[in-house]
């Protein structure tokens, strides 16, 4: 059992990496495209990323030079280039960490209820970067009803409420995911 928690929380830490990445990586998406909308030059880092686009800016030029060759004395590719990536995310309620952990370490598939503009957001055979690593959804069906809900009997009052509350508005997806 001590092996096992060893296991967890070293892989806990390297998925908090991964998730600082992509977060940082969705960050200086962010600032390119405020960028853009203003036609401005610009250069960003931050911990796990960094963008850069520029029109002949002094300052932004020796911003990313000197970033440059910080990322060579630190080992780091200075010519990587993610910008173009499509990046899917899925995100999970972090009082649902543990079990769903649990479940992708035992190699089990893990199941989300996803509501409000969450419903139709996600599709079947599609990958997912998440805090759990990468997620591929091999289940999916939607439903207007919480008495459909294929397991009403295991969800706590406060989920039950929860749901009840927004598929009002265009029902719920229940999606399943297993971890590639």
């Known amino acids: 059992m001590f092996l096992y928690n060893i296991i967890l929380i070293k892989r806990g830490i ?9 977060k940082a990586r969705e960050f200086c ?5 405020l960028a853009d909308e203003a036609d401005l030059p610009f250069f960003v880092v931050t911990d796990g990323a960094s963008a850069t686009k520029n029109n ?4 932004v030029k020796c911003a990313r030079d000197n970033h440059i060759k910080w990322e060579k004395d630190n080992g780091f590719n200075p010519d990587e280039d993610w910008s173009n990536e499509k990046i899917y995310y ?8 543990v079990a769903y952990q649990e479940r992708l370490f035992n190699g089990e598939m893990i199941y989300t209820t996803r509501v409000s503009s969450e419903v139709g957001k ?3 055979n599609k990958i997912y970067d998440s805090y759990f690593g990468k997620l591929k959804v091999v289940y999916f069906e939607h439903f207007d009803d919480i008495n459909k809900h294929p397991f009403y009997n295991e969800l706590t009052k406060e989920q039950l409420k929860e749901i009840n509350f927004y598929i009002k508005e265009n029902g719920y997806d229940l999606i399943g995911l297993i971890k590639i």
């Open 56 to 59: 002949g800016c002094l300052a």
């Open 90 to 97: 899925i995100d999970f309620p972090k009082s649902e960490y």
């Open 14 to 22: 390297e998925m908090k990496d991964e998730l600082k990445i992509l």
């Open 122 to 124: 996600y599709e079947i």
């Open 29 to 33: 998406r962010k600032v390119r495209k």
